[in-house]
């Protein structure tokens, strides 16, 4: 730390704290009458002379060479600086300028400015060697101390008078500058305005508040009522699902390692139900698997398998319950497209649901399955929402009668179900299986003895023979594989799943007459159906 008076000794312990190292030479340090060093002019090669060097044809300089000085007629002239910033940011009243004249020396004797990171040998550090060749700017040297202090007097002026800087004298005027602080008076007048508007303001929230309240209640109003009825003619939906909700049941079945559940249409008063295969499968692999039946009253029963059938995705269970609600069994082969229908069963777990539509098609060939051996069924097509959880329910007609067992919707890829089509077994083919099943008796099915998939690759539909099962009713009638098999009877077949349910339509031993193509002759043939 130096003294304030340069002609005052400097302080020993801060020149020890700051000396050089013993042995160490400050012969580096140039003196005023020793020459500028300037370093060797680099090599440049002529491919950076021709990308980076002057334009073809001009010899200006764009810089000044190491050492070299700009010319003043190059300088660049410092913009005017307005009187509120060099009275902010301008030199203390009273101290000297401290720009030095272009080409000029700081003198070194100077006054040594007060700073907490100078050192006495500061002038001799490259870093802040104030006699540097190029000026970026005004220097940041501290001009003699700190800046003289405004007594309280001057602080309070309202108005002074600031001079523009020496750059600035021949172009700008003494310029007027409005200094103030913020009285007393003032603060007191902004406290009593916030107190007076916090009072006004929660004056009229309370205001608005009990307004309001009475508004919006009052206990003197008696909403109005009628006492017309609804009114539910015969034959209305409702009637309809009163009269039939109670012979639709909801299925639960439980395993040791998967649950299912569905609906179920009660057929005959000692208990018997008609349902869907693939919901009562599982209870008849597992002999610990538990199943229950429950009705639309809430009552929840045990059930057992009474039989099944896998091909027409049809099962009887039963159940020893009292008093039972019969469903009235309809005829599905008077249906027409455009029918209304009721789709009644137990959708995600959802007893006694009740969804509506028409018929949307008949004689649909549907595979619930990609295995070849599953069920295909003759499905009545409707656009009554189905989900899972209406499979075993009723399809009811207009007058309530059931005409299908609800079986199935269309999943697209992916699983996600489609919307409007749903299918169910008509009850004209649920009929007769039931009863076999309730007989004790196994269903047999007819059969032609062929395997086929779909001919979609070529101008004709119909049934392409995969192959023949030896010695079976095909192949005793002459079919081979190849053959495309496009009418039986008087039925068009256009995909092997058509072919499907027109043989099951029928019985074993009864004859019918196939049509096929080998190659492009078109034949006839005559096959006795055999059995399952």
Same mark, same amino acid.
């Given at each position: ?18 000396a ?10 140039? &003196?005023?009458s ?16 021709a990308e980076?060097?002057r ?5 200006a ?11 003043p007629? &190059? ?5 005017? +600086?307005s ?20 080409g ?8 040594e ?19 540097s ?21 001057e602080?309070?002026?309202q108005?002074?008078?600031v001079?523009?800087p ?15 602080r ?5 603060l007191?007048l902004?406290l009593v ?5 916090g ?5 009229a ?7 309001a ?20 003619p015969p ?7 009163? @009269?039939?909700?109670p012979?639709?049941?909801s ?6 390692q ?7 249409? +009660? ?8 349902t869907?295969?693939h ?9 610990t ?10 009552? @929840? ?15 009887v ?12 069994? %309809? ?10 229908v ?34 295909v ?12 959880g ?10 309530g ?12 890829? %992916? ?11 008509p ?9 076999t099943?309730? &007989?004790?008796?196994?269903? +047999? ?7 086929? @998939? ?9 049934a ?5 099962s ?6 005793q ?11 039986v009877d ?6 092997s799943d058509?072919?499907?349910?027109v043989?099951?339509? &029928? ?26």
């Amino acid at each position: 730390m130096t003294s304030d008076d340069p002609g005052q000794p400097s302080d020993p312990t801060a020149d020890q704290e700051y000396a050089r190292p013993p042995g160490v030479d400050d012969s580096f340090a140039p &003196h005023d009458s020793e020459p500028l060093y300037s370093p060797p002019p680099p090599t440049v090669s002529p491919e950076e002379r021709a990308e980076f060097g002057r334009p073809a044809g001009t010899d200006a300089e764009f810089a000044p060479l190491p050492g070299e000085r700009i010319p003043p007629a &190059h300088r660049v002239a410092s913009p005017p +600086v307005s009187a509120g910033l060099a009275r902010e940011y301008g030199r203390p009243r009273g101290a000297d300028a401290f720009d030095p004249e272009p080409g000029s020396r700081i003198d070194p004797r100077g006054r040594e400015p007060e700073s907490p990171w100078w050192k006495p040998d500061a002038r001799r550090d490259p870093w802040r060697d104030p006699r540097s060749p190029f000026w970026l700017g005004r220097p940041a040297v501290f001009a003699g101390g700190r800046p003289a202090q405004l007594t309280p007097d001057e602080d309070a002026e309202q108005e002074e008078e600031v001079p523009a800087p020496a750059e600035e004298e021949s172009a700008a005027a003494p310029v007027k500058v409005v200094r103030g602080r913020f009285g007393l008076s003032a603060l007191l007048l902004a406290l009593v305005v916030a107190l007076v508007a916090g009072a006004l303001g929660g004056g009229a929230g309370y205001w608005i508040a009990n307004r309001a309240h009475g508004a919006l209640h009052n206990g003197d109003v008696k909403l109005a009522k009628t006492g017309t009825p609804a009114n539910r003619p015969p034959g209305s939906i409702a009637d309809l699902v009163k @009269r039939v909700a109670p012979a639709v049941v909801s299925i639960d079945i439980h395993t040791g390692q998967e649950d299912g559940a569905g609906a179920g249409v +009660v057929i005959d008063k000692h208990g018997y139900i008609l349902t869907n295969n693939h919901i009562v499968e599982l209870v008849a692999g597992d002999p610990t698997a538990t199943m229950f039946v429950t009705f639309s009253d809430m009552t @929840r029963v045990p059930a057992r398998i009474v039989g099944r059938d896998p091909k027409t995705d049809l099962a009887v269970i039963k159940v020893d319950q009292a008093k039972l609600t019969v469903a009235s069994l %309809g005829d599905s082969d008077k249906l027409a497209v455009g029918d209304p229908v009721l789709a009644i069963g137990s959708p995600l777990g959802l007893r006694g649901t009740v969804t509506q539509g028409i018929v949307s098609g008949l004689e649909r060939p549907i595979a619930e399955t990609d295995d070849p051996n599953g069920a295909v069924l003759d499905a009545i097509q409707t656009d009554a929402p189905i989900n899972p959880g209406n499979s075993g329910g009723a399809l009811i007609d207009a007058s309530g009668a059931v005409i299908g067992i609800n079986t199935a919707n269309i999943n697209m890829a %992916g699983g996600n179900a489609t919307a409007g089509l749903g299918f169910a077994i008509p009850i004209n083919q649920a009929r007769p299986i039931a009863e076999t099943l309730i &007989h004790g008796g196994k269903v +047999v099915h007819a059969s032609i003895g062929l395997q086929t @998939r779909s001919s979609m690759a070529s101008v004709r539909l119909g049934a392409f023979v995969n192959q023949v099962s030896p010695e079976g009713p095909a192949d005793q009638a002459g079919l081979k594989a190849g053959d495309v098999i496009t009418m039986v009877d008087s039925t068009l077949i256009d995909s092997s799943d058509r072919l499907t349910v027109v043989v099951q339509r &029928h019985k074993p031993g009864d004859t019918v007459k196939v049509r096929y193509y080998r190659g492009n002759k078109e034949s006839d043939v005559t096959v006795s159906l055999g059995s399952d």
